[in-house]
């Protein structure tokens, strides 16, 4: 490969990795920077799936549906479903369990959606506008999947307070999971168990979001790949034979791909809301 191709290569993924932000990233954290294509696409897949969710229902609730079909029947469909999971994962009553389950189950189902479009059609068109960069999954974004997992995290503290007082909860953090029934002996177990339950409780919102960033990240990268393969010699390369079988090659290894990766955007949504309404469930336990 030339010097010319490696470099080519190496803008093209650069490219696909490059936010639309109001300044560099320097650090890992800092709170200063803002991913423009993140927010843009959060918002605009929150406010499709809230605006056709809410007119389904208030099509229902008016009278004017019809037997259900098509997109209503679709709804119906997902909202029992998630509603079925909740009923069997969560054994207390708050009516906010379920509701807090479809969204994040829609939400972050239309974020990883976003990775099936082919890598190049929506940066390549705001590039036609003159937008520098554009990425277009809000899943493969850290500050967005944290972003999901935080409230999450504060609900489960909530709860846990909520329902076992504030001195149930501070006995839970000190007095297990290791034991004794000499007070003395107690004592020394308390910092421990502080640290062990701390770690616990820590680790909930990091296992949400790293597990979905991940996931889809890898998944993206793979696009990205799969379309270097007609990229690095360029599409003059089509008048071969060999150009041709790489073409092909490329387009069932994409498809294939992409068969597949419908199944994990979906799992990754799945295990989302599964994981946090079994937090929020453990915070719900009084013993």
Same mark, same amino acid.
């Given at each position: 490969m030339t010097a010319s191709g490696s470099a080519r290569i190496g803008?093209?993924?650069?490219?696909?990795?490059?936010?639309?932000?109001?300044?560099? %990233?320097?650090?890992?954290?800092?709170?200063?920077?803002?991913?423009?294509?993140?927010v843009f696409f959060s918002v605009l897949l929150a406010v499709l799936f809230a605006g056709?969710?809410?007119?389904?229902?208030?099509?229902?609730?008016?009278g004017t549906a019809s037997a259900p079909r098509g997109f209503q029947s679709f709804?119906?469909?997902?909202?029992?479903?998630?509603?079925? %999971?909740?009923?069997?994962i969560f054994h207390g009553t708050n009516p906010l !369990?379920?509701?807090?389950?479809?969204?994040? &189950?829609?939400?972050?189902?239309?974020?990883n959606f976003m990775d099936l479009l082919p890598v190049d059609l929506l940066p390549g068109i705001a590039h036609t506008i003159g937008l520098?960069?554009?990425?277009?999954? /809000?899943?493969?974004?850290?500050?967005?999947? &944290?972003?999901?997992?935080?409230?999450?995290?504060?609900?489960t503290l909530y709860y846990s307070i909520k329902v076992k007082?504030?001195?149930?909860?501070?006995?839970?953090?000190?007095? %297990? /999971? @290791?034991?004794?029934?000499?007070? @003395?002996?107690q004592a020394l177990f308390v910092p !421990?168990?502080?640290?062990?339950?701390s770690v616990t409780h820590l680790a909930r919102p990091l296992s949400l979001?790293?597990?979905?960033?991940?996931?889809?990240?890898?998944?993206?990268?793979?696009f990205v790949l799969l379309a270097l393969l007609t990229l690095v010699h360029g599409y003059p390369m089509l008048g071969t034979l060999s150009g041709w079988g790489l073409a092909i090659m490329q387009l069932v290894l994409t498809f294939a791909w992409g068969v597949f990766h419908l199944l994990i955007i979906t799992l990754q949504a799945f295990i989302f809301m599964v994981l946090t309404v079994v937090y929020l469930s453990m915070a719900h336990e009084r013993h």
């Open positions: 803008e093209y993924v650069t490219e696909h990795l490059t936010y639309l932000s109001n300044k560099p %990233q320097t650090s890992l954290i800092n709170f200063t920077v803002i991913n423009y294509d993140t056709s969710f809410y007119w389904v229902a208030r099509r229902m609730a008016s709804v119906e469909l997902v909202v029992e479903w998630v509603d079925g %999971q909740v009923k069997d !369990i379920a509701p807090l389950a479809l969204t994040l &189950f829609c939400w972050v189902f239309l974020f520098p960069h554009l990425k277009v999954v /809000p899943s493969n974004d850290l500050n967005c999947v &944290f972003g999901l997992s935080l409230p999450v995290f504060f609900l007082g504030a001195r149930g909860f501070l006995a839970e953090l000190t007095l %297990q /999971p @290791f034991t004794s029934k000499n007070v @003395f002996v !421990i168990n502080f640290l062990l339950e979001a790293l597990r979905l960033f991940g996931n889809m990240f890898a998944g993206e990268m793979i």
